[in-house]
């Protein structure tokens, strides 16, 4: 056989070999988490178990004595019908998030190791008497009283050692259980994780919820894209997005697959808007609050006066009536398979979304089953 021969024969085997022996692309992806909060209520909605990974009941509270219970005669009612879609679908997560915006007594609870016990004790019986599957801390904002609850400099360095003893608690339960507890927090980006010592906590969380949503509101000057993916070539310098939250996290050194972007299955409504741009990034003089998805799809809104417009940059839609001069910023399908893709794309953990009773039926959790389970090629 002759030196050009073998060779020849040589990567014949090499490339053979390396078929057999690597793993397909689609075999060796890690699986995209999709996370959905679920509201306190009276009664139920129909949840489709097999197409959530993990549901968070929103929310439990905390007292003025440390201790962490469900807000009312409804909660365990409601955290029970959540448990029992396990029976549908066996590997889904119930996680009981604490907290939620204006929910207060946290920089008290966090303060001392007293009372950072009872906490942890209280949420633990929580977890215990409703066979649940993790913790989610909701507090909105450490070391910030924006929402008009109590706050402290040291709420960083406390906060910190609080999720210390909730993972070791919830360790300590996993070891007796032969099970595995998980712990995440809901988090925003930029001054609203100025109260996060990320290099501490990181290691003792599955995941963080980024709330990716709200950029625009009452709060901010001009409308705007509330829960815009990317950067607007409208947007000013340093305006919020979704990807800049990411961004600002993984410079944090949180890892990617440690990070789930946020979907708001609901839109900031204004009123009074200036016209130009079909209202968007305009001033305007009130505000028309929240409206769901459920509102937009059943009011007919683009049959009655909104015409639907599309950012490519940022990835995102609104709706603009200019008679009445009203702009709705709000996560569409497009919207959704666009974070689908970021997220794919970026190696990032997964996706969760505020909340399950926004959704007309399920018909954008079934945008967003679909874009996870069947990726474009």
């Known amino acids: 056989m002759t030196a050009a021969l073998r060779a020849a024969v040589l990567a014949v085997v090499l490339i053979a070999l390396s078929a057999c022996t690597s793993t397909p692309r689609s075999a060796s992806a890690r699986p995209i988490k999709l996370i ?30 440390h201790r962490v219970h469900l807000p009312d005669a409804d909660g365990p009612r409601t955290l029970d019908g959540l448990v029992k879609l396990r029976g549908d679908n066996p590997e889904l997560k119930i996680v009981l998030s604490i907290g939620g915006w204006g929910a207060g007594h946290f920089s008290e609870a966090a303060a001392t190791a007293q009372s950072r016990q009872v906490f942890t004790d209280t949420a633990m019986a929580l977890l215990r008497a409703h ?15 924006d929402a008009g609850i109590s706050a402290s ?28 507890y998980v712990l995440s927090i809901a988090a925003a ?24 949503y709200d ?36 410079d944090a050194g949180v890892p990617a697959a440690k990070l789930n972007v946020g979907m708001a299955f609901y839109g900031r409504r204004f009123g009074e808007v200036e016209p130009a741009q079909h209202g968007l990034y305009q001033r305007f003089a ?33 709706l603009w009536n200019p008679t009445t001069r009203q702009m709705i910023s709000y996560d569409d399908p497009q919207a959704l398979r666009a974070k689908v893709r970021y997220v794919r794309a970026h190696g990032l953990g997964g996706l969760m979304y505020w909340d399950y009773r926004e959704d007309d039926g399920e018909a954008l959790l079934d945008v967003v089953r679909q874009a996870i389970d069947q990726p474009a090629p």
């Not at 959905?36 to 004595?65: E, H, W």
């Not at 066979?131 to 009283?145: A, C, K, R, S, V």
């Not at 400099?153 to 360790?171: C, V």
């Open 36 to 65: 959905g909060y679920v509201t306190n209520g009276k009664t139920l909605p129909p949840i489709s178990a097999r197409k959530l990974d993990v549901i968070n009941f929103a929310f439990a509270v905390v007292d003025a004595q």
């Open 131 to 145: 066979d649940l599957d993790g913790l989610d801390i909701d507090w909105e904002y450490p070391t910030l009283d």
């Open 153 to 180: 400099p040291d709420d960083t360095a406390n906060f910190a050692a609080l999720l210390g003893r909730l993972r070791e608690a919830l360790d300590a339960e996993g070891r007796a259980r032969g099970r595995h």
């Open 189 to 212: 980006e930029g001054r609203f994780a100025s109260g996060l010592d990320l290099p501490r906590i990181t290691p003792l969380l599955d995941w963080i919820n980024l709330m990716t």
């Open 215 to 250: 950029f625009h509101g009452s709060l901010t000057p001009t409308t705007g894209h509330a829960a815009g993916l990317g950067a607007s070539t409208l947007d000013p310098a340093h305006a919020r997005n979704g990807i800049a939250a990411v961004q600002n996290f993984l």
């Open 286 to 318: 009130s505000d028309g609050g929240f409206i769901s998805y459920r509102e937009i799809v059943q009011g007919r809104l683009t049959e009655h006066g909104f015409t639907r417009y599309w950012d490519p940059d940022a990835q995102a839609a609104w």
